[in-house]
């Protein structure tokens, strides 16, 4: 498998203000990395693909000016949410693919917005 | 663009009951499989995977799945489930395109054991 991390795994900021999640590929170098919104008790919904070095690549109905995604190195990929409001309040996940196929995902960051 | 539906939403078992969950598919072309779990407060695990070859799947704690092409599905069983399964489970699939490539997920069914 691979390991993921993310931090922080809890966040609390205030309607109007910018946070920013970093997703870290700590066992091998990660050119593609996802990012995915779950709310509660629901399923996971693709937001965008990271890609090292390039562009990220948006799913529809994603604001890519809201959820900025960097990822400028193959361990790291970050994922600022912009101008939050509280419907903006959600689990954020990342994951990286190794084998091109399976994903591994990490922990997951809590965002709450006042 | 592929879809993938699990129809139950919410099961509950006691120890030591069969567990069988559905996933059927919809993309016409050739397709990698997954079932991840995820625990209480924990995030996603891969429980097992289906890339080519035998349409039984092992995976891990005892789960193990069926590919049935012609049927698009993809069920997660098993034989005695613990109190320990109780977890969110997922269904998911990629196309095989060889390269990184999208997962998309059925909404996922909440299994409780009870003891």
């Known amino acids: 498998g691979a390991v993921v991390s993310q931090h922080p795994s809890w966040v609390i900021c205030k309607s109007g203000t910018s946070v920013k999640i970093e997703c870290r590929s700590l066992d091998f170098q990660a050119t593609t990395m996802f990012w995915y919104r779950q709310f509660p008790k629901q399923s996971l919904m693709l937001m965008a693909t990271?890609?090292?070095?390039?562009?990220?690549?948006?799913e529809q109905g994603v604001e890519k000016d809201k959820f900025l995604i960097n990822h400028a190195s193959l361990t790291l990929s970050t994922l600022t949410v912009t101008s939050a409001h509280p419907e903006d309040s959600s689990f954020y996940i990342c994951?990286?693919?190794?084998?091109?196929?399976?994903?591994?995902f990490g922990p997951g960051t809590r965002l709450t917005v006042t | 663009a592929q879809s993938v539906s699990q129809h139950n939403h919410h099961v509950i078992l006691s120890e030591a009951a069969s567990l069988e969950l559905g996933c059927n598919y919809s993309y016409g072309g050739t397709v990698n499989l997954f079932w991840y779990v995820q625990y209480p407060g924990q995030h996603l695990q891969l429980l097992l995977k289906?890339?080519?070859?035998?349409?039984l799947v092992k995976g891990i704690k005892g789960f193990e799945a069926e590919f049935i092409k012609s049927k698009f599905s993809f069920n997660l069983r098993k034989p005695s489930v613990q109190w320990s399964d109780t977890a969110e489970y997922f269904c998911a699939v990629t196309i095989n395109t060889g390269t990184a490539s999208k997962l998309t997920f059925g909404t996922g069914t909440r299994l409780q054991v009870t003891l």
């Open positions: 289906y890339f080519s070859g035998d349409p």
């Open positions: 994951s990286v693919t190794p084998n091109k196929g399976e994903q591994y």
């Open positions: 990271s890609n090292e070095g390039s562009k990220a690549t948006y």
